[in-house]
C-alpha cells in the first residue's frame, strides 16, 4: 500500500506554512521588542538631557533676575542716598537760620534790655537831681529866714512849711520810685518773654529717616528632577513561538489526515442507485488506481 502523496504534501504544506507564520510572528515580536528597548533607552536619556536643559535654562533665568533686581537695588540705594543728603542740606540750612535769629533775638534782648536799664537810671537821677535842687531850695529858705533875724510863731511856720514840702517832695520821689521799678520790673520781664519768644520761634530741622533697600539674594541652583521610571514588557518566549510551530505541524498533520479522509469517502461507491452512480465510480477508480492499494 503506497504512502498517498496529496494529503502529506498539503499537510506538509500546511504545517510550513503554520511555521512560517509562527516564526514570522517570533521575529516581529523580537523585533517589536528591540524597538522598544531602543525606545526606552533613547527615550531615558532624552529625559535625563531635558532635566540638566531645563535646569540651565533655569539657572539662567535665576541669575538674570538676579542681575536686575541688583540694578535695581543699586538704583534705589542710590536714591535713598539722595534723600539723605537733600535732608542734611536741609538740616544745615535750618541750623544756620536758627543760629542767626537766636543771635538777633539775644541782641535784641541785651540793647532792649541795656535801653530800659539806661531809662531807670537817667529817671534815678533826674529825681536825685530834682530832689538836690529841692532840698537846696528849702535850706536857702531857711537861711533867708533865719539871717532875717525874726523869731517867733510865723517864722517857725515858714520853716516847717519847706520842711514839709520837703517831706512831701521826698514821698512823691517814693512812691514814683517804686512805681518806676516795677514798671521796669514788668518791662524787663517782657524783654525777658520776647527774647524767649524770638528764641523759640525757629527749631532745628529733624531729619527724615530712609530705610536702606533691601539687597536682593543670589539664586540658588536648580535641583534636577529625576524622570520617571519607565517598563518595557518582557522578549518574546521561545517556549511560546515553540508551541506555535507545533500548533502549526499538528495542524497540517490534522489537515492531511482530514484531507485523506475525505479522499477515501469519495472513493468508495455509493449503494443508492441512480443515475450517476457508475459514472462517479467510474471516474474516482482512476484516482483510487493512483493512490494504490
Known amino acids: ?4 502523496l496529496i494529503p502529506v504534501l498539503f499537510g506538509a504544506a500546511n504545517a510550513g506554512l503554520g511555521i512560517l507564520g509562527a516564526s514570522a510572528s517570533a521575529k516581529a515580536q523580537e523585533q517589536d521588542y528591540l524597538n522598544q528597548r531602543a525606545f526606552q533607552d533613547a527615550n531615558s536619556r532624552f529625559a535625563q538631557w531635558q532635566a540638566g536643559f531645563n535646569a540651565r535654562i533655569s539657572d539662567a533665568n535665576g541669575q538674570y533676575r538676579y542681575w536686575q533686581e541688583t540694578v535695581n537695588y543699586n538704583q534705589q540705594l542710590a536714591y535713598v542716598n539722595g534723600l539723605r543728603n537733600m535732608e542734611l ?4 540750612r535750618q541750623a544756620d537760620v536758627v543760629g542767626q535769629t537766636r543771635s538777633a533775638a539775644g541782641a535784641s534782648y541785651v540793647r532792649d534790655s541795656e535801653a530800659l536799664s539806661q531809662a531807670m537810671a537817667e529817671a534815678s537821677m533826674q529825681d536825685a537831681v530834682a530832689m538836690q535842687q529841692y532840698q537846696w531850695r528849702a535850706l536857702q529858705g531857711r537861711a533867708s529866714v533865719q539871717a532875717m533875724g525874726q523869731e517867733g510863731r510865723s517864722v517857725d511856720r515858714i520853716v516847717n512849711d519847706f520842711a514839709r514840702q520837703q517831706g512831701d517832695f521826698e514821698t512823691l520821689q517814693g512812691i514814683n520810685q517804686k512805681l518806676r521799678s ?9 524783654q ?5 519768644s524770638r528764641w523759640n520761634s525757629q527749631q532745628f530741622y529733624e531729619e527724615q529717616p530712609y530705610i536702606d533697600p533691601v539687597a536682593p539674594f543670589a539664586p540658588l541652583p536648580t535641583l534636577l528632577q529625576p524622570p520617571p521610571p519607565s517598563m518595557t514588557g518582557g522578549g518574546p518566549s521561545g517556549a511560546a513561538t515553540a508551541l506555535n510551530i507545533g500548533t502549526a505541524v499538528l495542524g497540517g498533520v490534522q489537515a492531511g489526515i482530514s484531507m485523506q479522509g475525505t479522499m477515501n469517502s469519495l472513493k468508495i461507491p455509493s449503494s443508492s442507485s441512480g443515475p450517476g452512480t457508475s459514472r462517479t465510480g467510474l471516474a474516482f477508480s482512476g484516482l483510487n488506481s493512483l493512490g494504490g492499494s
Not at 500500500?1 to 498517498?4: H, I, L, N, R
Not at 525777658?192 to 524767649?196: G, K, R, S, T
Open 192 to 196: 525777658v518773654a520776647q527774647y524767649l
Open 89 to 92: 542740606v536741609k538740616a544745615a
Open 182 to 190: 516795677r514798671q521796669y520790673t514788668r518791662e524787663q520781664a517782657g
Open 1 to 4: 500500500m503506497a504512502f498517498p
